[in-house]
Structure formats: structure tokens, C-alpha cells
């Protein structure tokens, strides 16, 4: 990425847990500051303020261009102390936090959120986003300054030969039955009861099927104890999450509150053909009858359609599997990266445009903590 393009980075991150030390390599200088974790939500951590260390660091070492992609406590430090010392600043917009919190009760605290996000991203010179959908969405909320920088996919580590028998044997299932498989937190969020719902109506077309869920989050508990019978595979990352992925037959995605999405693109990469809202990744990146079905946004019932009807015939869902592989071969890193490098150049040297801008990709991946 930027490394390889001859450009120095430091990453300001949380400390995951007391022996996370770092280490600093080269051209790469990563800094591990104090969080906390979310009441309610233990799998993700913000960041605490750190104003005067941020200070110091960027007095002694001044950067060219402070990119945010946090709008925590953390990532309002570094955005208050690039201001004072005269950086540029570019963000990321990466989760929609205002429609998070309808999920919790907390719905009356949409507009305010909506309000702090948009002073906090209007404060850079450029907010990018992974989508053309996503840009027009924030201008119309009054952001300023988005610029389309999309996704990549790494389809080396994400690929149909991963595909493991003896992990479906672990799941329990037969070599001819079908895998429904969702990746993502286990969160109210993320409409998990649709999937299920889903799996359900493919479980009564074939008895045999079997729901596999990877990732953890506050409904783990009660989903273990309502649905006893489904895989539980936690958090996985890497090869390991590469090779659940691949051995899986058909991706269910049934959330309606993403940015983005990149667990659709790592599905479609690993050869399964995706059920999901037509929006995000899956808009851009589902062919539908090809990779995949699309639902319009917020139908339930036309989300159980598709995955049932994709269920229907495992030789086509496995052809349409084919399909979507080879359509992700095309989302270059290489070019995504010089893309990114471009627009970085042009904040940095305070030449961004006022509205949305060139369409550009990039790989970035989401974690389970604040940073920038």
C-alpha cells in the first residue's frame, strides 16, 4: 500500500489488552493509546481523549496529512489537535452510528448523531466513502466534500480453494447438503431475525441445510439458547475466516444499516453466491441471476424469496458461485492503492474538490475498535 509507495505512516490505534506492545518497523510507527469498552456492546472499544499526546507527537514529528476514521473520542483529539497545529485532515466515513441507534431504543438520539457527524466530517478537507449511493446520501444531509474511494478484495486469501471438507464434516454436514452462512457481529443492527428467517423457510424446502454464523456480538447469548441447532463459530480472521467462507455454499445478508458491506465482497470472492438488500457492496457488486439475488431495501419478504430461490438448485447456486469469483478478480489492489495514494496527496496539499469526486477503490478493514 502507501508503505510500498515510498510514504511514512504512523497508526494510532487502542490497546487491545494489557501485552498489546506494538512494534514500530521501517517506515511503519504504531502507537497503542487507552480505551474502553462499549457498555452493551464489549466487543468494540473507543478510544479515550488524548489531545496533549497527539500534540506531542505531531509537534515532534509533524505529519503531511492526519487521516481520521473514527468519529469517537479519540478521533475528535486528533481532528481538535490537527487544527491547532495547522494539518490537514482527511476522514473516512465508515458506520452509520445515527441508524445504530433506533437498534437500542434510543431512536431520539438519531438527529443529534447525525448533527455531530456531519460538523465532525465538514471540519476535513475530504470525507471518503465506498460508495456513489453513500455520497449522495451524506450531501443531501449537508457533508461536504465526499469523495468516492470504494473497496478492494484480496481474492488470493478469499477463494473457492479453501473449501474444506473436513470443517463441513465438523458442522455436521452431509457432502450434498447446503451451508447458508452469515459473517458478520451478532448484533441487533445487523436483522439477524431475517436470516434466520430465511434459513428457516430454505430448511423446510431442504430438512438437511445447515445455518452456519460466524462472529460474536451481544446476541450471541440469546441466539445460542433460542437456536441450539445452528453453528456457532465466533470470530475469525485471516486464512481461517478465508477457509469458513469457502466452505460454505450460499451467503445470506440480510442487514440494513452498512456503509459498505465487505463481507459481501469477501463472499462473492470465495465463490458464493449472495442473498442480500439491494444497496452497498451488494448494489454495485451483485449481478442479480448471475452472483446472486437482491432484494429491494427493507422487503423482508423478498429477502426470503431470493435466498430460498437461489436454494432451489444447488448445481446453478454453484455455478452462480463461479460467476461472482470471477467477477471480484477484477477489483485490483494495486490500482485501488494508487487511487488512494492520489487523493491523499490532494488533501494534504489542500486541492480537494467541494463535492463528490472521481470514483476510486481501495482495501480497508473493519475492526471491532476505534482508531485512525
Known amino acids: 500500500g502507501l508503505l510500498a509507495r515510498g510514504h511514512a505512516v504512523q497508526l494510532i490505534r487502542v490497546r487491545q489488552g494489557a501485552n498489546d506492545s506494538p512494534q514500530?518497523?521501517?517506515?511503519?510507527?504504531?502507537?497503542?493509546?487507552?480505551g474502553f469498552r462499549i457498555p452493551g456492546y464489549p466487543q468494540l472499544q473507543s478510544g479515550w481523549p488524548a489531545h496533549k499526546t497527539l500534540l506531542t507527537q505531531?509537534?515532534?514529528?509533524?505529519?503531511?496529512?492526519?487521516?481520521?476514521?473514527?468519529e469517537g473520542p479519540l478521533g475528535y483529539s486528533a481532528l481538535s489537535a490537527a487544527r491547532r497545529l495547522g494539518i490537514p485532515v482527511s476522514t473516512s466515513f465508515h458506520t452509520n452510528f445515527h441508524n445504530y441507534s433506533r437498534h437500542y431504543?434510543?431512536?431520539?438520539?438519531?438527529?443529534?448523531?447525525?448533527?455531530?457527524?456531519?460538523?465532525?466530517?465538514?471540519?476535513?478537507?475530504?470525507?471518503?466513502v465506498p460508495t456513489q449511493e453513500l455520497a449522495e446520501h451524506l450531501q443531501s444531509m449537508g457533508f461536504l466534500?465526499?469523495?468516492?474511494?470504494?473497496?478492494?478484495?484480496?481474492?488470493?486469501?478469499?477463494?473457492?480453494?479453501?473449501?474444506?471438507?473436513?470443517?463441513?464434516?465438523?458442522?455436521?454436514?452431509?457432502?450434498?447438503?447446503?451451508?447458508?452462512?452469515?459473517?458478520?457481529?451478532?448484533?441487533?443492527?445487523?436483522?439477524?431475525e431475517l436470516a434466520i428467517a430465511a434459513f428457516q423457510a430454505i430448511q423446510r424446502m431442504q430438512p438437511h441445510a445447515r445455518l452456519v454464523l460466524v462472529g460474536d456480538g451481544p446476541l450471541t447469548p440469546r441466539l445460542r439458547a433460542r437456536y441450539p441447532e445452528f453453528v456457532y463459530c465466533g470470530m475469525r480472521?485471516?486464512?481461517?475466516?478465508?477457509?469458513?467462507?469457502?466452505?460454505?455454499?450460499?451467503?445470506?445478508?440480510?442487514?440494513?444499516?452498512?456503509?459498505?458491506?465487505?463481507?459481501?465482497?469477501?463472499?462473492?470472492?470465495?465463490?458464493?453466491a449472495v442473498a442480500a438488500f439491494d444497496y452497498a457492496a451488494?448494489?454495485?457488486?451483485?449481478?442479480?441471476?448471475?452472483?446472486?439475488?437482491?432484494?429491494?431495501y427493507g422487503d423482508a419478504q423478498a429477502f426470503i424469496t431470493a435466498?430460498?430461490?437461489?436454494?432451489?438448485?444447488?448445481?446453478?447456486?454453484?455455478?452462480?458461485?463461479?460467476?461472482?469469483?470471477?467477477?471480484?478478480?477484477?477489483?485490483?489492489?494495486?490500482?485501488?492503492?494508487?487511487?488512494?495514494?492520489?487523493?491523499?496527496?490532494?488533501?494534504?496539499?489542500?486541492?480537494?474538490?467541494?463535492?463528490?469526486a472521481t470514483t476510486a477503490q481501495a482495501s480497508v478493514e473493519e475492526g471491532g475498535q476505534e482508531g485512525f
Open 145 to 192: 466534500r465526499t469523495q468516492i474511494l470504494g473497496r478492494g478484495i484480496d481474492t488470493r486469501l478469499f477463494s473457492p480453494q479453501h473449501r474444506d471438507m473436513t470443517l463441513r464434516q465438523q458442522w455436521g454436514v452431509a457432502p450434498d447438503a447446503l451451508v447458508a452462512l452469515y459473517v458478520g457481529r451478532l448484533a441487533a443492527e445487523k436483522n439477524l
Open 24 to 34: 514500530s518497523r521501517d517506515a511503519l510507527e504504531t502507537l497503542a493509546l487507552p
Open 58 to 70: 505531531w509537534r515532534q514529528n509533524r505529519p503531511d496529512l492526519i487521516h481520521i476514521v473514527t
Open 237 to 272: 480472521q485471516g486464512h481461517d475466516l478465508a477457509t469458513h467462507y469457502a466452505s460454505a455454499d450460499l451467503f445470506l445478508f440480510p442487514s440494513l444499516t452498512e456503509t459498505f458491506g465487505n463481507v459481501t465482497l469477501e463472499a462473492l470472492a470465495s465463490g458464493l
Open 105 to 128: 431504543h434510543l431512536g431520539w438520539l438519531a438527529t443529534p448523531i447525525t448533527a455531530y457527524l456531519r460538523h465532525f466530517h465538514n471540519q476535513g478537507a475530504q470525507t471518503l
Open 282 to 296: 451488494a448494489h454495485t457488486h451483485v449481478e442479480p441471476g448471475c452472483s446472486g439475488l437482491l432484494a429491494p
Open 307 to 356: 435466498a430460498t430461490t437461489l436454494a432451489q438448485d444447488l448445481s446453478a447456486l454453484r455455478q452462480m458461485g463461479k460467476t461472482a469469483r470471477q467477477a471480484m478478480r477484477q477489483l485490483d489492489s494495486e490500482y485501488l492503492y494508487d487511487r488512494l495514494e492520489t487523493l491523499f496527496l490532494s488533501a494534504s496539499r489542500g486541492k480537494t474538490s467541494s463535492s463528490g
